[in-house]
């Protein structure tokens, strides 16, 4: 697939208009004899719609002369201030099958496409039309590798287009749906969480066709992160309007969610007891989520603990599992990146240097504040023995202070009672 640009490109033929409509003419079988008046009289837009309406017969001829006809056509079509009006039937004829090259044809359609989107101006909005051609074309012929790349502008297009909510939400279902047929389950659900997000800007209240699809994408995107190996973090789904709204249209479907945000094995293991067949019945492998619930559970108690350690028959007991597989299931949970720590088989503990939440919500914040609050007295006791040591220190030094200086008086007081040595045996002399 040719680039997609962000910016208008052009395309230049040596030839004059009626010339090369002459040309494309001739090989579509036109005569010119029709064409011929229609140029004397200076009617081009009644030449391009019936160089248009025979367009269809490109996808027959020679794969080598394809590229250049449409080309060709295409550069004929952007002289006209009505442009817009024309593309529409040449992308319908690009959408179908180049009999000319069953190989080679999508790949040559696509180019044709490509630079359709690449001759109009950014802010067109007809190349939201062009690229929603694309699209189907890519996912008719599982080309979407040659689309990735491009995603990532999708967003500031939508915004250049000038889509509605209801415009944006349907390219983005798109998507979505060509990257999961295509094996992107990631992708596609990103997509479909920026689906979701353009129902918290929607100003008017939702019909009741609008309400049923936004509820069947929310469940598609729960469907998705609960069964997906890699998903473990659900602050993208319990944020969104959309997905708040299941606990009254699917209360079960946002009971599972909850348990699967903040709560662990034992709340699922209720949970199927309360709802029996329920995950059978709506395409949710237990087995698949019954271990995704047990790599989850270990984080939660990590973060629960105000110790940096979990004894292993702690760990069995919350994981239900025997004691010998506490170090295959911990591995996992480290590889999942929920947690770091290392394994003492001598002591028979985890110990833990951090820990994941999925999300951080009041029963996190409560365990914030129990921590802050040890960590607090812990602090209130340094603070206390730091204290009476300084106060020791200080009283030590004012002690030794006072030996030094009663030492000093000491020797000061024996000095003052002392003659100078032969004093007494002067004798003084007179005279009579």
Known sequence: MAPITTKTQYCFIDGSFEELALELATYLNISSEEIAPLLENNKKDDVLHRLVSASVALNSIPERDFTAAYNLLIYLVNQS???NNYLQPICTNLL?????????????ALNALTTVFNLLAPDNQVRGRVFQTIVRLVRANGLFDTLRSQLKNLDNWILE???????????????????????????????????LRTYDKETEELDAEEEEQKQKLAIRALKISLLSSTHFDFHDLTSLSAIQSLSESHPIYSELLDIFSEKELEDYNDFRDEHEGFTEEEGLDNSTLHRKMRLLTLPSLAASTSRKELEYKRIAKALQIPSEDVEMWVIDVIRAGLV??????????????RTTYRVFGEKQWREVATRLDQWKESLRSVKEVIAREREGANAQKERDQHEVD?????????GAGRRPAGRDNVVEMGTD
């Open 96 to 108: 179908k099958p180049i009999t000319s090259s069953p190989i080679h044809g999508p790949g040559l």
């Open 406 to 414: 009663r030492k000093a008086a000491g020797a000061t007081g024996m």
């Open 340 to 353: 770091e720590g290392k394994l003492s088989q001598q002591k028979q503990m985890f110990l833990i240097h």
């Open 161 to 195: 287009w000038k889509m509605d909510e209801d415009e944006a939400r349907n390219m983005y279902i798109l998507i979505a749906d060509v990257a999961e047929e295509n094996g992107q389950e990631e992708e596609s659900y990103q997509f479909i969480l920026k689906a």
């Open 81 to 83: 201030p009505k442009i």
